[in-house]
């Protein structure tokens, strides 16, 4: 059974960190391309980060966010740093198998980050 799960989301004032965690099950961990997005209020859910052999970022977190993999714990981070308000979402876990283009293949439920004083 497939699971991806999320955690470390929460309530952060404007400037601090947090860090997303999102432990897989179920796949060939190494096998897939880990990926970061987000859907704020009203907002279609866009990429934030992914990772395989490489990373790419969005515009907007370029700077401010580290994406990582650690395969020996079938595990992906989100480093938030400098957090604002808009990048208050519900953070998604995804992941697609690198022989795969397009959406991820599994989600995980998305855990909710806001960004307020």
């Known amino acids: 059974q497939v699971q991806l799960v999320e955690s470390g989301g929460g309530l952060v004032q404007p400037g601090g960190s947090v860090r997303l965690s999102c432990a897989a099950s179920?796949?060939?961990?190494?096998?897939?391309?880990m990926s970061w997005y987000r859907q704020a209020p009203g907002k279609e859910r866009e990429l934030v980060a992914a990772?395989?052999?490489?990373?790419r970022y969005a515009d907007s977190v370029k700077g401010r966010f580290s994406i990582s993999r650690d395969n020996a714990k079938n595990t992906v981070y989100l480093q938030m740093n400098g957090l604002k308000p808009e990048d208050t979402a519900v953070y998604y876990c995804?992941?697609?198998?690198?022989?795969?283009?397009?959406?991820?293949?599994?989600w995980g439920q998305g855990t909710q980050v806001t960004v307020s004083s």
């Open positions: 179920g796949f060939t961990f190494g096998s897939y391309a």
């Open positions: 990772i395989f052999s490489s990373t």
């Open positions: 995804g992941a697609r198998h690198f022989t795969s283009s397009g959406d991820p293949n599994y």
